[in-house]
């Protein structure tokens, strides 16, 4: 299917997702983020695409919701029409592991979809922020939520209510980004993590994405206790006889998704 505002491509087993509205740093309409759902929906369905990695370009991520679409929008029409739930809903559903390769602005909305993600890989010039407060609004998709959850109170109160951006370094020492690497090397990077994500028993992915998303919602002995039982369960799949098995044998597993 043909897309305006993403670039897709497979790279071995990895889908890639690029954003792709230059022109506006990428700010995220509704048509970019439909396009974005319907692209990971179809790699979800798709056994050859194992993981997927989105970025933009060098310069922004993506600067936030589009401002020039919303500026006009009343009350009632986003509140009626719930503005971007079923955008953010179509991202949340995706089972499959997705990294973003953050390089430049990663604003507003573009740091709320990088959040999205199950992890984040930074450029050393990625830039974060949750400048909505400087527009008369606040964060929509995440920004109050998850990026406490990452980061803690004082840092995210900092962020949201000054709209101040946040440096590489500083993401990485706040926990909002796994790596930061050289913006040369960003997306052999994220394409690394996701190519040995790939190789892994999509069966055991799936769980263990599930499982550490768990982590956000429920009391610790619950927690325990999902994280316990789904470990249990590992072991009715041939893909447990499998990886065992090869370690003792001292060669490669091959995973079947079974
Ligand atoms: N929306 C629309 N256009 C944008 C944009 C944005 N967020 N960010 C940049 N652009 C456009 C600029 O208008 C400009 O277009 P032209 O003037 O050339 O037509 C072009 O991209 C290049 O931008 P600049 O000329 O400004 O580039 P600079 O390098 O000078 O500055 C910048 C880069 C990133 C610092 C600056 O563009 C900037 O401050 N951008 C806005 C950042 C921002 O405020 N982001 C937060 C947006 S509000 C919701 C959920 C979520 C949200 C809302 C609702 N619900 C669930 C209801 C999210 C809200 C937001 O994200």
Do not use: W
């Not at 920004?143 to 803690?152: E, N, P, S, V």
């Not at 997306?187 to 069966?203: F, H, Q, R, V």
């Not at 994280?227 to 597993?253: C, I, N, P, W, Y």
């Amino acid at each position: 299917m043909a897309y305006e505002t993403i670039i897709i491509e497979t790279r071995g087993r990895v889908g890639l997702v690029q954003l792709n509205r230059p022109k506006a740093l990428n700010a995220l309409n509704l048509e970019l983020l439909g396009e974005l759902g319907q692209a990971l929906a179809e790699g979800q369905k798709n056994e050859k695409v194992r993981c997927f990695v989105i970025t933009g370009s060098e310069k922004a991520f993506a600067a936030g919701a589009d401002i020039k679409m919303m500026a006009s929008q009343s009350f009632v029409d986003v509140f009626a029409g719930d503005l971007f739930t079923p955008e953010e809903d179509a991202i949340m559903r995706i089972r499959k592991p997705i990294i973003a390769a953050v390089s430049g602005y990663a604003l507003g909305g573009g740091c709320e979809l990088a959040m999205m993600c199950d992890f984040i890989i930074a450029s050393d010039t990625a830039k974060f922020g949750q400048p909505e407060v400087n527009l008369g609004v606040m964060a929509g998709m995440g920004g109050t939520q998850r990026l406490t959850k990452l980061i803690g109170r004082a840092k995210s109160m900092d962020m949201n209510l000054t709209g101040r951006f946040m440096d590489a370094e500083e993401a990485e020492r706040s926990g909002l980004v796994s790596r930061v690497v050289p913006t040369k090397d960003l997306m052999k990077e994220a394409l690394s993590a996701a190519g040995k994500i790939a190789e892994k028993s999509m069966i055991t992915v799936m769980a263990i994405k599930e499982a550490v998303n768990r982590a956000e919602q429920l009391p610790l002995t619950e927690g325990i206790l999902f994280e316990r039982r789904v470990f249990h369960s590992l072991f009715a799949t041939e893909d447990q006889k499998e990886g065992m098995d090869a370690f003792a044998e001292k060669r490669e597993a091959q995973f079947r998704d079974k």
